[in-house]
């Protein structure tokens, strides 16, 4: 076992759900169970207690959690002792990013380079994931995380870490919108949707029209950012079709008022990664930052 499995293991230890592991670590549910059996196997015991609704840790799996925060801790006490013996980076560095993104993705990536470089100051700013190319090529962030638009600015470099599945999301209390959405042939021209104003999501939602053959869609808001749009489908205002990790992401009190619908047949996940402009990739400080970025495995 090295420390990548360990952190895995870690990390489905807490959160006993190996969607929301596999999302956070940006790998497939189905490597992370494959990962997850190698390291059964190499400790000849089971780990995990699962079935289709929950994850619990066997006797072994609590053993090997406590060996694997002590490594994980004396390995990162081992970086940053070596990292002191070496010149240290300084500055600042600016990252944008969805409000969703600084929950799922960007903590696994800061941790690792905080620990190498903990001088450098990090200011990050959230907002709609679909401005993070334009907020990197107007230079207000250095780096940004994003969904890759389909035409990437040629003065753009994007780096994929993972990959974006998506939901139709319809509200879970009693409502018109509801009753209307669980039919077992919806109208959908007669349902409301709430759309992204722009960005792959929008492309995405786009393509779901044309494949059901939705001439006239009937809008009932164009809205700025994902996340307010889990909110307004949990208020009844209408359905939408969002990314998964922002479901996943949302309050409980939000999440619980969600019902995630089964008619997203042809429509693909989205790359999500993290982009700079391709002049600044020499700068120490991206540089820094870009070497530490996952490698996506597809």
Not at 72 to 78: R, T
Not at 223 to 239: K, P
């Amino acid at each position: 076992m090295d420390i990548r499995e360990l952190r895995l293991f870690l990390h489905l230890a807490e959160s006993c759900h190996f969607g929301k592991t596999a999302a956070a670590m940006y790998i497939s549910p189905s490597t992370l169970s494959r990962q997850i059996q190698r390291l059964e196997e190499s400790l000849g015991h089971q780990l995990f207690l699962r079935d289709n609704r929950t994850v619990q840790l066997t006797a072994a799996g609590e053993q090997l959690k406590k060996f694997a925060q002590e490594t994980v801790l004396q390995y990162q006490q081992l970086q940053h002792a070596l990292n002191h013996q070496s010149p240290s980076l300084t500055g600042e560095l600016r990252l944008f990013c969805s409000v969703t993104a600084a929950y799922s993705h960007l903590p696994q990536i800061l941790d690792q380079f905080r620990a190498e470089h903990p001088q450098v100051e990090i200011k990050l700013t959230t907002g709609d994931a679909a401005d993070a190319v334009e907020k990197v090529q107007s230079q207000e962030a250095d780096l940004g995380i994003a969904g890759k638009p389909e035409k990437l600015p040629e003065n753009v470099r994007f780096h994929q870490i993972g990959e974006i599945p998506l939901s139709l999301i319809a509200p879970a209390l009693p409502c018109q919108v509801r009753q209307q959405a669980v039919q077992p042939v919806p109208d959908w021209e007669n349902i409301p949707f709430i759309i992204p104003e722009h960005g792959p999501s929008r492309k995405r939602i786009d393509l779901w029209f044309k494949t059901h053959r939705i001439q006239d869609p009937q809008i009932y808001a164009t809205v700025s950012g994902h996340e307010a749009i889990v909110s307004m489908v949990a208020l009844g205002c209408g359905i939408a079709l969002i990314p998964n990790v922002v479901v996943e992401n949302s309050p409980d009190a939000i999440r619980s008022r969600i019902l995630q619908l089964d008619n997203i047949s042809m429509v693909a996940p989205f790359e999500l990664g993290v982009c700079t402009l391709n002049k600044r990739l020499h700068e120490p400080l991206i540089r820094a930052f870009w070497q530490l970025l996952p490698r996506h495995p597809g």
